[in-house]
């Protein structure tokens, strides 16, 4: 398996460790990834906000290059995910947008490659298969695997079902895991919000915490820097602010797939994340 | 009977018709049933519910409708959207109701200001440098919103986990990056 892939701004820095630790679970499972030459950012919210022809050409350009090498795209970052996928849905469903859009990039778009996102990349290794690479089993910890908004919604783009989805417990189960039940799942933490309007976030990720604490699970994992970045960054202060006591490690989902499968912990990045890591990495790294 | 101002009228008319087709989504087909507003995870913390939103929008009430911060604090989550038993993607609706008002600069109250001012400060990075700088589209934005201080321990945090960059990573076909950005502002002004 071969696909473009979109890093995205923060692929160095607030969400190195979701690059790091999905270019090396590709590498482990064969999967090759090749960065899109000269990418731009997707625009993100902002984009989308404040100009939709803007939004939807910012994420033609990129898709427009990895056109040219006609493979299928894949982002790690959930937000960039769901910029390209729906420029490329919205693009492929309309002739003359499309035409509008490619006027403004100067680049032929076809709309013809897929755009996925990591979790169905990894996925689509098949459950089987990977399960059979697990050699280092995450026996006995309990996540609560957690999806935010930009995986499951809008519906147009969705990579499984927007309130009940189960492809993260999936990947986790293979990995030897044991996912929780809870109830904040695809609730929002506010992603970008939490610049602009930190108060309206703490509350909304202080309730992601507590239901993940209050139904057990060890740690959150996620597929998304702007929610990884609202409840490991952000648990600090909340409970500082709040006067909480949470003490939850969030990982990007693929860090702990690593951990399962052998991969060098070195290269997860385990030691930059704020809520520390050490328990869980003692007992299974 | 009292009268009817029939120049009003048409005005309405004309939000209701602009909405929808900016938005792509037919709004005369909500009923009120208030799902949107239940299911709503910022709605704590908005000025005006998004079911009430959406009645403005189909009563016309342009200044109303774009004068509320609700339209700004809507974090895309979509989850409105997936639940509307009328099928409308009311969080693309709050986009389009967020980019008219931003077009018009309309957000007067700080929470409204704040995301506009970020939202403007993360376009101008990747005006510049075609990517977003998250370091100094964070500095300009405390500079601007008149709070140097703040996120200052977000940024050490930062920091202390090699998180943050100063050196700024550039699209090299910065020309490309331009002419988008120049070719939808002419688009739009024609």
């Given at each position: 398996m071969k696909f473009s892939y979109y890093p995205g701004c923060c692929y160095e820095t607030s969400a190195r460790e979701y690059d790091m630790s999905s270019q090396a679970v590709c590498k482990k499972l064969g999967i090759e990834l090749e960065e899109i030459e000269d990418w731009n950012c997707c625009g993100s919210t902002a984009a989308h906000s404040t100009n939709h022809l803007l939004a939807l050409s910012l994420s033609a350009r990129n898709l427009a290059l990895a056109e040219q090498k006609g493979l299928d795209v894949v982002a790690a970052c959930a937000a960039c995910y769901q910029r390209l996928a729906v420029a490329r849905h919205e693009l492929n469903g309309d002739p003359d947008l499309l035409a509008r859009v490619n006027s403004v990039t100067g680049l032929p778009y076809t709309a013809s490659q897929r755009v996925l996102s990591m979790p169905e990349v990894i996925a689509s290794y098949g459950v089987d298969n990977l399960r059979a690479r697990v050699n280092k089993p995450l026996t006995g910890l309990k996540i609560a695997a957690y999806y935010g908004c930009l995986l499951v919604r809008p519906r147009s783009i969705q990579i499984d079902d927007e309130e009940n989805p189960h492809i993260l417990e999936q990947i986790m189960e293979c990995c030897g895991a044991q996912p929780v039940d809870w109830h904040y799942q695809t609730e929002c933490c506010g992603a970008g919000l939490g610049i602009s309007n930190e108060d309206i976030v703490f509350k909304l990720v202080a309730d992601i915490l507590e239901d993940a604490a209050a139904n057990g699970a060890d740690c959150i994992i996620c597929a998304c820097p702007l929610c990884h970045f609202n409840l490991d960054l952000r648990q600090a202060k909340i409970n500082k602010k709040l006067k909480q006591k949470f003490n939850l490690p969030v990982f990007y989902f693929t860090q702990l797939v690593g951990l399962a499968t052998g991969v060098?912990?070195?290269?997860?990045?385990?030691?930059?994340?704020?809520?520390?890591t050490k328990t869980i990495k003692r007992k299974y790294a | 009977m009292s009268a009817i101002n029939l120049t009003t009228t048409l005005k309405h008319e004309q939000f209701i018709e602009q909405v929808s087709r900016e938005s792509g989504q037919p709004v005369q087909q909500c009923y009120q049933c208030g799902k949107c507003t239940a299911g709503c995870p910022i709605a704590f913390s908005m000025d005006v519910p998004p079911n009430r939103v959406m009645r403005m929008v189909q009563l016309g009430l342009r200044e109303t409708a774009l004068s509320c911060n609700s339209i700004w604090l809507c974090a895309y989550c979509s989850t409105c959207s997936v639940r509307c038993p009328k099928n409308v993607n009311l969080a693309q609706v709050m986009d389009a109701l967020r980019i008219i008002a931003g077009k018009e600069k309309r957000a007067k109250t700080a929470r409204a200001r704040h995301v506009e001012l970020f939202n403007r400060n993360f376009l101008n990075s990747i005006r510049r440098?075609?990517?977003?700088?998250e370091f100094e589209t964070m500095t300009m934005y405390n500079l601007k919103s008149g709070q140097p201080f703040k996120n200052a321990d977000t940024g050490l945090y930062m920091l202390s986990r090699g998180k943050l960059k100063f050196l700024i990573q550039k699209t090299s076909q910065m020309d490309q990056v331009k002419q988008i950005f120049a070719r939808v502002k002419e688009l739009e002004e024609k």
């Open positions: 060098n912990p070195a290269v997860l990045s385990l030691h930059t994340h704020f809520i520390n | 440098y075609g990517r977003l700088h």
